[in-house]
DNA sequence: CAATCCAGCGTACAGCTGTACACTTAACCG
DNA sequence: CGGTTAAGTGTACAGCTGTACGCTGGATTG
């Protein structure tokens, strides 16, 4: 059941569509400032046509955010054999994380974006698509020692939370503030993982300390 | 020098302004999807009228995260106020927060938006309240115990984006849901505050540590 | 082959936008 | 008092938006 020459031309323009959408991109241009007749212009079709390929402009956005998942997650996977190479889990997934973020500005400016967006379906997407990091991290901290899942959870949605948020803000920065910036979000990582290790350490007594 | 009518007056269709725009905020409406002839018509005024009190939406929408700012500050000092009599530093700062976030959201929203949105001002503008919030509590930290200047900033950073980004996620949340993010939250801070500690304890020996 | 399908096009329209311009009218000030 | 200032109005216009509709021409199918 080979494409025909038909839908091979199909897939060419909702490529191109996509990838207009993405190159549209950028610090003074978001998704949700972008118009179908704009998205139409740079893919070089009809207004019209863009209905042939997706319902509408959030339609397009889910499957962006959808792609952009896809990016993610090789990323991770490029991360983790990185770790098995360096060993380094922290300052690892920091630098991964950067380069990223210096690669492909665009694609984290959307997530980010969306993440607070004014579409429930765009937020729901995001929040995901960050659960799923949160998740897989979850699970390497639960293998690699003895937290509960809950501890673990708990532990994973911080460094997340750290490493990403140092993201946005590395968008705006020189490159020469980035690596300040990387070395303090390195240094933040260190205090969670430690803290959460000595806290746990003598089994659960103090999961539940109340003291500040 | 009392004002005369005329000017107060106008600084009542200037708030009347200011209000309208802040009384749309919502979830599904966004400042940046705000246009001008809706706020001015939700102002009760002609949409040219507009001119007489603000350049564009952009002016607006600064003066707005300005507002938010105040709010804000004031919240800070009733968390101070608070700590004074409870004791208990990250339990009361999270409770605050939360409680803000709760009682304001479109105003959180509103920050939360422009702080990754369009419009560099914006973004600016939101940056230097965040900034604010990272050097009172670096201030805080520093005195409260014997950090260097830049441990205490690193530490502070890390507290302000995990806070700040909780409030980012309660926004979306069930109350019950709620509940159990400030828990995980509340051990997060404490993760950091405590391995901040134990690592910066023997004087800077470990500031710089490299181990993973 | 002929019949059907369907991606892409062009036209058209109503509805929205920001804002230029000329005006009224009440407060201000010498 | 009389002249000036300025907040607010209404009209007007060009430019943008999403999308309904009918068409064309080549690929697909029976």
Do not use: C, W
């Not at 020189?174 to 300040?180: C, D, I, L, T, V």
């Not at 390195?186 to 806290?199: C, N, V």
Request: zero cysteines.
């Amino acid at each position: 059941m080979m494409p025909g020459p038909r839908a091979q031309q199909k897939e060419k323009t909702r490529q191109a569509i996509i990838q207009a959408a993405l190159a549209h991109l950028s610090a003074d241009h978001s998704f949700s400032s972008m118009s179908l007749r704009e998205v139409a212009r740079e893919a070089g079709i009809a207004p019209t046509s863009f209905y042939r390929h997706f319902d509408d402009m959030e339609a397009l956005g889910l499957t962006l955010v959808d792609e952009s998942g896809i990016t993610l997650r090789k990323l991770m996977r490029k991360a983790r054999s990185r770790i098995e190479l360096k060993g380094s889990v922290i300052q690892t997934s920091v630098d991964t994380f950067m380069e990223f973020v210096e690669r492909n500005p665009n694609i984290f400016r959307l997530l980010l974006r969306e993440r607070t967006g004014i579409s429930p379906a765009f937020r729901d997407a995001v929040a995901r698509e960050i659960q799923h990091f949160k998740e897989e991290l979850t699970d390497y901290l639960a293998q690699e020692s003895n937290y509960t899942k809950e501890q673990a959870f708990t532990l994973a949605e911080g460094l997340v939370t750290l490493v990403f948020n140092a993201g946005a803000e590395a968008l705006d920065l020189a490159p020469s503030e980035r690596e300040a910036l990387k070395d303090r979000t390195t240094m933040q990582l260190r205090y969670l993982t430690f803290g959460a290790k000595l806290i746990h350490s003598d089994g659960q007594k103090n999961a539940n300390a109340k003291a500040s």
